[in-house]
């Protein structure tokens, strides 16, 4: 399962990026930066809110958009207004970086632009929860499937100790189990099958039903159109995470505009 050789992976990654900054030194810059922006109140208004993620490959796919601009990228989903930006930080297997999040937060602020910034990444240590904060996000992603309960309760506490947002993605109903005693603020469907890919987006609808009242509901994988959204709008979705459709579209401005569209109420 490629989870598995992610993670395996990841481990290794995370002990070489304490030899090379340690937690200290992580925690210093963390604290240096100005306050995240609240995304629960940002995805909490009326209509479905478009979070476009910066991408520019993936295990299944491949490499999808050869010729990546991050930043151009993401100032073009915050002018045609996007809610929210996921920037995938994973070198390996996704080619990204976290420091563009930090290149992507920095040109938001030359520009005016008022937009979260979530690390999409697999976060299964406190280091890089930190480093998060450091980096200039205002939330990051934990995904149920990847972190032993305990691990999960206490990487979802310090994110909200440091001010950011957990965006806690789950892919079924032993996860949605598992995750609601902790009290998540938002939580992300993945409707792609870890095993074959597949991707179903009925599944949002499945499991958007066992999620308590209040709590943020973001519908990932398998979105392409207005259509989509507003289907998953009826299942009760509060967010869109889309990322292919947009790194893959031969118009991005006019695509982001499609999907936000489709989320107005």
């Known amino acids: 399962m490629i989870l598995d050789e992610i993670l395996v992976h990841k481990q290794e990654e995370v002990t070489q990026a304490r030899r090379l900054r340690p937690l200290s030194a992580v925690k210093g810059y963390a604290a240096q930066q100005p306050p995240a922006i609240d995304v629960v109140s940002v995805l909490a208004g009326k209509g479905v809110s478009l979070i476009a993620e910066v991408k520019k490959a993936s295990p299944s796919k491949g490499v999808m958009c050869p010729d990546l601009d991050p930043v151009a990228l993401a100032l073009t989903y915050a002018k045609h207004g996007a809610a929210g930006i996921s920037v995938l930080t994973d070198a390996r297997f996704f080619q990204g970086d976290l420091q563009i999040l930090t290149a992507i937060k920095a040109a938001l602020r030359r520009s005016g632009q008022v937009v979260p910034l979530l690390r999409k990444d697999f976060i299964i240590d406190s280091y890089q929860v930190y480093e998060s904060r450091a980096a200039g996000a205002d939330a990051l992603l934990l995904i149920a499937a990847a972190l032993a309960e305990e691990t999960l309760a206490e990487l979802l506490a310090l994110t909200h100790n440091l001010g950011m947002t957990a965006l806690v993605e789950v892919h079924g109903e032993q996860e949605v189990t598992r995750v609601i005693p902790l009290r998540p603020r938002v939580v992300g469907i993945n409707n792609r099958d870890l095993h074959d890919f597949s991707v179903d987006l009925t599944r949002f609808k499945r499991l958007r039903g066992r999620l308590p ?49 489709g989320g107005v109420s």
């Open 213 to 261: 009242d209040g709590v943020i509901a973001v519908a990932e994988s398998g979105i392409r159109t207005a259509s989509d959204v507003r289907s998953l709008a009826t299942m009760g979705a509060d967010a869109v995470l889309v990322g292919e459709a947009l790194v893959t579209a031969a118009d991005v401005g006019p695509k982001v505009r499609e999907l936000v569209a």
